[in-house]
């Protein structure tokens, strides 16, 4: 039992040299890359909680969950221990199990299912069952998160093509974008590993942190935004870059022109 806690008992190893720069350390740069899941986590929480708050404060899981991401991947590649392996890409699944239960599209629910509620408990049968499986083929796990993770996008990509927003399509455009590099950065890092040692190169996986970081924000919003207009059409969903609109970059932020506060005032 011990074993799977000792360092570099995964049999996953990234690209990136061990113990370059620190003997405590396996893969420095991979480590460090983590900490932006510690910046961009918080400033989403308060970014989306008046939609939350409006629509349903669980949706706030997605990225408390994000933070544990962050912390798992933070011990994973300190040790490349089996246990930080493990952590790390079991809390990927349960991201991805809430963004499903708060953002998958009512209309596409399986024909069994009425309503949200039932389909988050079917999720979350899911999520358990695939978690236990998790630890028959370990090595499978990224690879079965990813495409999961795909799927998520293409019914976003369906759903989104009646929009007639400009600043909606363009954000989405460069969510897509992101999605794509921070795949690219991925898997080249794990099959071409050589190729990147020739270059001396060997960070595209602490990259890969940070692009699908500002990734899932872009994402989460674009969700929320599909979800408020079908969900809660009333509040006049509309987005914008934080902290200032004006720049066309930063972080993206959904704002409620309209809430049920302000309709009883109204009243």
Known sequence: MAGIFSYESSEIDWCEDNYKHSEHV??????MSNFIFFIISPIM????????????????????LMIFVGLFSVYFHMTLSFAGQMLD???VLWVLAAGYSSWFPHKRFPSFVK????????????????????????????YVLNCSGLYLI???????????????????????ALWIL????????????????????????????????????????LLAYLDANLEIPYSLPVLQYWPCDKWAIGLPQLVLKRTTKTQKQRC
């Open 89 to 91: 890409e079991l809390s």
């Open 154 to 176: 293409y019914t976003f990509v369906l759903e989104i093509r009646c929009w007639t927003d400009q600043k909606a399509l363009q954000m989405a455009k460069l969510f897509v």
């Open 115 to 142: 309503d949200r509620t039932t389909f988050s408990r079917l999720v979350l049968l899911v999520t358990v069952v695939t978690s236990v499986l998790s630890f028959v083929k370990p090595t499978a796990n990224a």
């Open 182 to 221: 921070a795949i690219f950065c991925w898997i080249s890092d794990r099959i071409g590993c050589s190729f990147w040692q020739r270059l001396k190169f060997c960070y595209l996986h602490g990259i890969w942190h940070i692009l699908i970081v500002i990734a899932v924000a872009y994402g989460t919003t």
């Open 26 to 31: 396996v893969e420095y740069f991979n480590t």
């Open 45 to 64: 929480l308060y970014l989306l909680h008046p939609y939350a708050k409006e629509r349903n404060l669980a949706i706030h899981m997605v990225w408390i």
